[in-house]
């Protein structure tokens, strides 16, 4: 502006005279120029030009109209924001592009605003941010699905296929020690395919990007062969995309559907959709699942490699000379299995272990037969009660009850089972089974041989000759026996006593001695009963020791009922004792004597005379037999 100022200055024809120097006139102007913009220019100015001719403030005027109403325009601009706005938005995009062209650091500074606006907008509406993503998102899970559907029944066809074969019983085994699945392991032996070429190709022009091929595969020109699969594609999508939705596969320039796979007899062609390319690989054979999700996982990475340049491509393929070493991976291949001979001495060995196996599995079934057998033959033994049999640290271990009397458990064992394979743990407990019961009260009771105690039926029956004191020790037993034991039947037992046992007992409880009133000594008249009765009493005893049972005889001291009653008590066991004392004087055995003293509740006549009274004042002597 400086310059065409001073061009007009020195063109005006209604200047200052001729005769000044032109440079000085123009510097005179552009001081003036610099004064209207910022006033402190004229200080420093030297001296002899602050004044200034009033004809150039005319001038000034003259030559500076249009540019003071252009910058009174501007000023007015600037500070109203709508026109300010207004004349800003005509030139942002194109100094959006510009800066986008030159440098990175407008998108940079952009960045952090637009991840907060976008935030936003997503926290107050979420389903604006889900209608945005709907028509990508939708077609990538559907097609996601329909693979995924498609290699789970292909794998469940070939399991059902191979699965009760031979064959499937190899491959069971092999995917039992290499950890995969059954499934997986089918699909390895029986998808057999080769993956001939690969074309990825430009959604945008169709022109060819990369083409990767065997060594030993044969085609056309790869650009004939790109350009024809475009053509498909294209005649496809014109043709039933929008009659029909679109075939398989993901859509390609324009939003549409394209081709996901074409077959020609054995000829496999897989297409897989990227944003800015396409991929589509030539396959013989009947490839597995698993090649699909490689095919994507390929093309992913050649658009996170070379996203830029496949966005800017005019026909230019020297960027992409780098994608055919991604592309290689991808030549897969697998070739069928080949029956592969062995020699019939390598049949040897899985013989041997087969017939090893065999016989250790033979020797465990008859160690677990004799085991049973031994089993069976304890249940059926009375008091045994068998609760377990398991085999624990390579032994047999038998486990459960056991009544003392009943058979040894090892005795049961069969002879060709070694007692060292076998341990047994019992537990005592007392059966109420009748053999059992039958051999307890023949230990127990200690029959005489004039004595037999068999089993009948649910219970026991005693029958024979026995001394009243063993009837009265098995009655006694049998009277302790729990409910629910078998029943003791004594009633054919007879009682048979040795008749000089049953003489002396007779004349031992027949006697008395009296006494006088009040004394505790008997009368002198009694001293020929005494004799008597120590005689008989050796005798008893003679008897019972010779008959092999115990004798007892007790000494009941009595009193009259007159006075007090613990007098009369104490008084009847004192004439006990004395008794007692005079039998031991006459070489009676005082283990067989026991005292005890009635007092006057054991009259012997209830009368008050004294003739009553006097026989009330006595001793009686009784005899009994047990412990």
């Known amino acids: 502006m400086n310059a065409r100022l001073s061009l007009t200055a020195a063109n005006e024809p209604g200047g200052p005279a001729p005769d000044e120097d032109p440079r000085e006139r123009l510097a005179r102007l552009l001081l003036e120029l610099a004064r209207c913009v910022d006033p402190s220019v004229a200080i420093t100015l030297p001296p002899t030009r602050q004044h200034i001719d009033p004809r150039l403030e005319a001038m000034r005027d003259v030559l500076l109209e249009r540019e003071q109403a252009a910058l009174a325009r501007l000023e007015k601009k600037l500070d109203d924001p709508q026109a300010f706005a207004d004349a800003v938005s005509g030139v942002l995009p194109a100094a959006f592009a510009r800066a986008a062209a030159q440098h990175d650091q407008l998108g940079q500074a952009l960045a952090p605003s637009v991840e907060r606006a976008a935030q936003a907008s997503i926290r107050k509406n979420p389903g604006t941010m889900v209608d945005i993503l709907y028509p990508v998102m939708g077609p990538a899970i559907r097609k996601a699905i329909a693979e995924t559907l498609d290699g789970t029944l292909q794998s469940l066809n070939q399991a059902l296929k191979y699965g009760l074969s031979w064959r499937g019983l190899k491959w069971r085994i092999e995917a039992w020690r290499s950890g995969s699945t059954f499934a997986d392991v089918v699909l390895r032996h029986t998808a057999v395919f080769r993956v001939e070429h690969l074309f990825l190709v430009h959604r945008k022009t169709g022109l060819l990007l990369a083409h990767v091929a065997r060594d030993d595969a044969t085609s056309r020109d790869p650009q004939l062969v790109s350009a024809m699969l475009s053509a498909i594609q294209d005649f496809v999508r014109d043709s039933f995309d929008e009659s029909t939705g679109g075939a398989s596969g993901e859509g390609s320039g324009g939003g549409g559907r394209s081709i ?32 699909r999700a490689r095919l994507a996982e390929t093309l992913g990475a050649v658009h996170d490699r070379s996203g830029v340049a496949l966005q800017e491509f005019e026909g230019d393929t020297d960027p992409f000379e780098e994608t055919t070493e991604q592309l290689r991976p991808c030549l897969l291949s697998q070739a069928p299995e080949r029956q592969r001979r062995y020699s019939p001495l390598l049949w040897l060995i899985p013989l041997v272990l087969l017939a090893l196996l065999g016989w250790w599995v033979a020797q465990r ?17 009375p008091g045994i009660v068998v609760t377990g049999a398991e085999r624990r640290d390579d032994r047999w271990l038998v486990s459960g009850l056991r009544d ?80 629910g034991a078998p029943v003791v039947d004594l009633s054919a037992l007879q009682d048979v006593q040795d008749p000089d046992f049953i003489r002396l007992r007779d004349a031992i409880q027949a006697r008395l001695i009296h006494f006088d009133f009040s004394m505790p000594r008997p009368s002198a008249d ?71 003293g009635a007092g006057p509740l054991e009259p012997l006549r209830a009368g008050a005379s004294e003739d009553e009274m006097s026989m009330n004042r006595r001793v009686s002597f009784g005899v009994s037999t047990g412990d």
Not at 270 to 286: D, T, Y
Not at 429 to 445: E, N, S, V
């Open 365 to 381: 079934v008859v160690e677990r037969q004799r085991v049973n057998n031994y089993v069976a033959a304890l249940q059926e033994q």
């Open 526 to 596: 009694q001293e020929a009963k005494l004799d008597a009765t120590a005689a008989d009493m050796r005798e008893l005893v003679q008897v019972a020791r010779t008959q092999g049972f115990p004798v007892k005889v007790n000494i009941v001291g009595h009193a009259d009922a007159t006075g007090k009653d613990t007098s009369n008590l104490a008084l009847s066991i004192g004439r006990a004792e004395v008794v007692r004392s005079m039998l031991r004087a006459r070489g009676v055995d005082p283990a067989v004597l026991f005292v005890r």
């Open 404 to 483: 003392p009397l009943a058979v040894p458990p090892e005795s049961l064992l069969p002879p060709k089972l070694d007692p060292s394979r076998v341990a047994g743990r019992w537990e005592p407990y007392q059966a109420l089974h009748p053999a059992i019961m039958l051999k307890r009260l023949k230990a127990t009771l200690d029959p005489p041989p004039t004595v037999s105690m068999v089993q009948d039926g649910g219970g026991i029956r005693v029958t024979g000759n026995a001394s009243q004191r063993w009837l009265d020790k098995a009655r006694a037993y049998a009277l302790t026996l729990p409910a």
């Open 260 to 291: 996901d796979s074409l077959r020609l007899g054995d000829l496999l062609l897989w297409c897989e959709e990227g944003p800015s390319a396409f991929l589509a690989a030539v396959i013989h054979g009947n490839p597995p699942p698993q090649l």
